[in-house]
């Protein structure tokens, strides 16, 4: 079963980005929906990546993380009883595809054409608005994207996007606007979920810096005392201890050893970027850096609180 809508409106004229790097983003930020809240009613749902680099496209990123966000989110509540979520991307000719798959409930053939209809639902309970799917309709559709659904009932369901690849400079090329590799730093990256801290050294790497990365707080503090480190990226929410109670223990650690803190940049969820300005003083961050993120945006943050190092490494070893 198949259905299929299409637009031939023009893209928003806004940013090149690469939408695996979205996907990234929002595979992180919709982590409760798949793994967290499952896990607690002894659900498991096994989740998978399978990202090309270089899916650049042109418009407006935080529509594609949102576009992206409902469509993990729907993927995750059509299986009730586990299963698997799959998210590839890839380029193919002059277009990105995207791909989202479940291993759930499907979708009744004579449904699949309603199902970007807004206040539809595929939940049999009040549980939503049912936009979801729509929302997701609209941005592809203003992107000059198409949307299609294939799926089988009792088997899953396939949403695949195809987006115009953009035909501008290829994003690498773009990033070189902020330039870091003159910095020479060491940095330290911390996030509880895998892919996030591998994204990090990747870019980072490329632009000439060393990295330490760390999944849990308790590791990131270990690597904090044990190497010189010159700046500090840190997830805010992540489980046993979160972003602000990393940094406000190894602010502690530099006060106790008497040096200088460096700098200490926060990642924040989707729409987290409106923090306390007193905690932010507080806990030591420097500067908030707002999900979803962009290597542009990335290299930004670290050249900014560059100019507020203390002096070179800031951290020693005992």
Do not use: Y
Not at 17 to 42: C, H, M, Y
Not at 113 to 129: C, D, I, L, N, Q
Not at 175 to 204: C, G, Y
């Amino acid at each position: 079963s198949f259905a299929n809508v299409r637009a031939d409106l023009p893209p928003h004229d806004n940013a090149l980005f690469d939408l695996s790097e979205t996907v990234r983003q929002a595979a992180e930020i919709t982590r409760p929906w798949w793994k967290t809240n499952p896990e607690r009613t002894g659900i498991t749902i096994d989740f998978s990546l399978a990202l090309e680099d270089g899916c650049i496209v042109k418009g407006k990123q935080s529509e594609m993380f949102e576009m992206l966000v409902n469509l993990i989110k729907n993927a995750a509540e059509a299986l009730p009883n586990g299963g698997a979520i799959d998210i590839s991307s890839a380029v193919e000719c002059d277009h990105v595809v995207l791909c989202v798959r479940d291993t759930g409930v499907g979708i009744p053939a004579e449904d699949l054409r309603k199902v970007f209809e807004p206040f539809w639902s595929t939940k049999r309970v009040a549980a939503g608005t049912g936009m979801g799917l729509a929302v997701c309709h609209g941005i592809v559709l203003r992107h000059g994207g198409t949307i299609t659904v294939d799926s089988v009932p009792g088997q899953g369901a396939t949403f695949t996007v195809r987006l115009p690849l953009a035909k501008e400079v290829p994003s690498r090329l773009s990033e070189e606007s902020v330039n870091i590799s003159d910095l020479k730093l060491t940095i330290l990256v911390v996030d509880d979920t895998a892919p996030i801290v591998t994204m990090f050294k990747q870019i980072l790497t490329r632009h000439g810096q060393e990295v330490f990365v760390a999944t849990s707080g308790l590791e990131a503090l270990t690597l904090f005392q044990a190497n010189s480190v010159d700046v500090v990226i840190c997830d805010l929410g992540m489980p046993e201890m979160n972003g602000w109670e990393v940094f406000k223990i190894m602010k502690q650690v530099c006060s106790d050893k008497n040096i200088p803190k460096p700098p200490f940049i926060l990642i924040t969820g989707w729409g987290g970027q409106a923090l306390e300005k007193g905690r932010m003083v507080e806990s030591g961050v420097d500067f908030v850096l707002g999900k979803p993120l962009d290597t542009r945006k990335i290299l930004a943050a670290i050249r900014n609180v560059r100019v507020i190092l203390p002096e070179r490494r800031c951290v020693r070893p005992n």
